[in-house]
């Protein structure tokens, strides 16, 4: 089938969880599992390896969200540590949550479009 992923967005299709080549298969067979190919075009899905990077760049939002809103919170209403780990808690939970799979699936959307691939270790590359 032919390539034409020109037109598609990796942001786009990678938010929406769609397959990077044709933008309408479904990237994931549950909430983070990787499919094994694309239902519609067949594009194989054995490529994807979005590693830690989508939890990596969920840390930084989510916890400055949680730190600020804590702070803010703390200097308008003073509220005691624990009532404030009652609310920040399950808010860094619901907020990673959240993102973890919009991001995941950017990130092997753009995967497939850049041809990143994981780097092997010493002595692995040929181009070195
Ligand atoms: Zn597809």
Not at 72 to 91: E, H, K, N, V, Y
Not at 112 to 121: D, L, V
Request: aromatic share 10%; net charge negative.
């Amino acid at each position: 089938m032919a390539d034409h992923t020109e037109g598609l967005s990796p942001l786009a299709t990678g938010i929406k969880g769609r397959c990077p080549r044709c933008g309408e298969g479904h990237l994931f067979k549950g909430f983070l599992t990787v499919a094994e190919g694309c239902e519609i075009c067949g594009l194989d899905f054995s490529f994807a390896d979005s590693g830690d990077g989508p939890a990596v760049l969920i840390m930084f939002p989510v916890g400055t969200i949680v730190i600020v809103g804590w702070l803010i919170t703390d200097a308008l209403f003073g509220w005691p540590a624990i009532a404030q780990l009652f609310i920040w808690l399950p808010m860094t939970l619901i907020l990673s949550l959240l993102l973890l799979r919009p991001f995941k699936g950017v990130m092997i959307n753009l995967q497939y479009k850049t041809g990143a691939r994981p780097g092997g270790g010493p002595g692995e590359r040929e181009d070195l």
